[in-house]
């Protein structure tokens, strides 16, 4: 997918074929994005980065739901971005992910 996205992207287009690509491949409302599991230590002498919410990006589609999830310290940060956010949206996720990882 990045591969295709990369080959669109650069391939001199129009503004006009920059809009239509936009408005018929990446018009989707909800985004998942997942920095996976960072490898790095995350003691900087006496600090310790404890959590990270990221990665937050919106799009500029109308209604649009960006959910982040990035692992650090063994744990799980999930993140909500939107101009009109869902209520209970990223609970919700949270408590689908708890069953699915309890099983």
Do not use: Y
């Amino acid at each position: 997918m990045i591969e295709l996205q990369s080959t669109a992207v650069s391939s001199n287009l129009t503004v006009e074929q920059a809009f239509q690509l936009k408005r018929n491949a990446f018009n989707a409302q909800v985004m998942l994005t997942n920095l996976g599991r960072l490898p790095f230590d995350s003691t900087f002498g006496p600090l310790k980065l404890e959590t990270l919410w990221a990665p937050c990006a919106l799009r500029g589609i109308e209604g649009e739901q960006t959910l982040g999830a990035v692992s650090l310290n063994g744990s799980l940060h999930l993140t909500h971005t939107s101009s009109a956010p869902i209520p209970g949206l990223l609970a919700g996720v949270e408590e689908v992910l708890c069953k699915v990882c309890a099983v």
